[in-house]
């Protein structure tokens, strides 16, 4: 009697999943049809959509959707749909490489905007190489992801064909924010502080390097795991330092609290950071020990250039739940760049995509001249894949907010 | 400044929240030789329970009279999981073979992280916690936060609460017969179905008061606080010798202060400098671990070597 309820139970829950995927496949190709013929291209995200930096991940998300929207709206490439796939990567590096090894497997898929953290670039870089997939980070810095591990001796060399971004590298920034401290804010002791991580280190490295050229001193450094909360050890040694500014490379999760934690301990010093710390969540999370602190940001101040009028609008209008963030109108930039691509690649194919091998890697190629008026300014790539745009922006958190403060180029 | 006195407190204040996590950890270990993984996260629970409490509270509310409700929301939640996990995942599988109750717990742990990731408000990033009012106290050298204040008046009460309960109370000494030999126990008129829920229960309240604790000294609480806090409890537990509730105060103090000193110091050694930070401070507490179980293999105030999972 138990055998066979089991066998009978085994039998509907087998009958259950062939009809669900049944379902599963009719809806597909109702979807497709319902495009008039359209070929249907997907433009992949990687980002974190869950955890700590999903504040970040999910802006991303939402802004190449908006691209994607629009294109379609406006009917951009004509006989093509665009969609989006956005897969979570959770900020981990593992999770990055499996999702580019998903993206590169669905054919549609013609390019792919992420990941948020250079770490994670680092894993997905070569398997879409292989692949001969375009991927445009609207997010990562770090600089010998596009100009070799070498980039800081001389020899820049580019190890990827197929790797692009929309936003500056921290070749600049880290100098760029040393110069705003020493010239203008007159700090001269810093105590540097990175989380190991590739954005982290890489930052505070170019950091320190510009500050101790321009004179000023480095009052000490450490390096703190993201993951822990409790840094009393590191407060009690900058505190102890007299240090008068801290530099942290690193994400605003333990920036955050390391901030909270340095002002609660007695040491009344800005905290500075880059474009990792340069989110709403990092106010939320140093409270109001926070104000004062620091962060620099690729890119002139989204809310004032006038391009980026009609992209702030429309994601209004959009009714996202989530906000843009510090890297949305990069994102909106980085999946605009692939429709250009797909469309000059269509175009030149007598209006019909080709195959998918040969879209992939005619993308790619499309990518190095593309040119056009995006929401941060200009955007094309140079020949290491890298933004020609080299604006950045200081933004202080004043009176519950990020306020820009001085927007400039970094120049040598 | 002389830094060391404040290093000292530092890690006697991480250590005491060490040890609070660590008494549940090692409580039902001592009686049903279960390592249970779902602890962490049963202290997690805790402080969103405290939360909920706070968010609920009309605005205006004074930590005077918040905090109490705060801890009694974060006990009532944090026990009512850990007796529901007991009752609900746990006691159907006991007597069966060692490493099924475990692999749950650890299945349970999952189950309860992404539970309150997905389902509560606002959970999937931190969330901010209330903190005391009050600026820093200074002793010489030395702050202290107005939230560590509640760690270091919380820590020694549970401490000599859960001591005199023990020691004192009846179902305290059944704890402790249940622990040496549950048949004989048993046998003796002892309902230890009962007192494994009390284990369970006890050990969650601890937690949870634990984790009052964290989210007043850290000002944020969020799905993932038990993971690392839970393993470093866990090692404060088998440090200080499991099954042994003392063993679990001082293997979480001595564990703090370990770390802390680690971080502080390490790197001023010569030719450590790449070794020292804060970020190894993890390493250097799980080789603290190894050191005394090579030695010490049944803990610091150990009563038995931990050889059951």
Known sequence: MRQRSLIAITAALAAGALTLTACGSRDDKGGDSAAGGDTTVVIGVDAPLTGDLSALGLGIKNSVDLAAKQANEKKYVKGVTFKIEALDDQAQPSSGQQNATKLVADKNVLGVVGPLNSSVAESMQKVFDDAKLAQVSPANTAPALSQGPDWNGGTKKRPFNSYFRTSTTDAIQGPFAAQYLFNEAKKTKVFVIDDKKTYGAGLAATFKAEFTKLGGKVAGEDHVDPETKDFSSVVTKIKSSKADVVYYGGEYPAAGPLSKQIKKAGAKIPLVGGDGIYSADFIKLSGKEGEGDLATSVGAPIETLPSAKEFVENYKKAGYKEAFEAYGGYSYDAAWSIIEAVKKVVDDNGGKLPESKDARSKVIDALKSVSFEGVTGKVAFDEYGDTTNKQLTVYQYKGGAWAPVKSGTFSG | ?309
């Open chain 2, 1 to 309: 400044m002389n830094e060391l006195p404040q290093q000292l407190v530092n890690g006697l204040l991480l250590g005491s929240m060490y040890g609070l996590v660590a008494i549940g950890y090692t409580m039902v270990y001592g009686i049903v030789q279960l390592i249970n993984f779902a602890h962490g996260e049963i202290f997690m629970t805790g402080g969103f329970g405290a939360l909920t409490v706070w968010l609920i509270l009309p605005g205006g509310t004074t930590m005077w009279v918040a905090l109490p409700l705060m801890i009694i929301g974060a006990i009532i939640v944090a026990t009512t999981i850990a007796v529901g996990a007991e009752r609900f995942a746990y006691r159907p599988l006991r007597g069966g073979p060692r490493l099924a109750p475990l692999i749950t717990a650890i299945g349970l742990s999952l189950a309860l992280q992404q539970a309150v990731w997905a389902w509560y408000p606002g959970a999937k990033s931190s969330r901010t916690f209330p903190e005391i009012p009050g600026g820093p106290f200074h002793i010489g050298d030395v702050t202290i936060q107005t939230g560590d204040i509640f760690l270091l008046i919380a820590a020694p009460i549970s401490m000599a609460v859960l001591g005199y309960f023990v020691m004192k109370t009846r179902t305290g000494r059944g704890m402790q017969a249940t622990a040496q030999d549950p048949d004989t126990a048993k046998l003796m008129g002892i309902n230890t179905d009962r007192i494994i829920v009390v284990a369970f229960a006890l050990g969650a309240a601890f937690a949870a008061i634990g984790a009052v604790a964290y989210g007043l000294k850290y000002g944020e609480v969020q799905f993932r606080m038990g993971f690392l806090l839970g393993l470093k409890a866990f090692t404060a537990a088998v440090l200080g010798g499991i099954g042994n509730i003392y063993g679990a105060m001082i293997g979480g103090l001595v564990l703090g202060v370990a770390e802390t000193m680690a971080a502080a110091y390490v790197s001023e050694i010569p030719g450590m400098q790449q070794l020292g930070g804060q970020s190894w401070a993890n390493a250097w507490a799980f080789v603290l671990l190894i050191l005394v179980l090579l030695f010490r293999p049944q803990g610091l105030l150990g009563e038995r070597v931990a050889d059951r999972a």
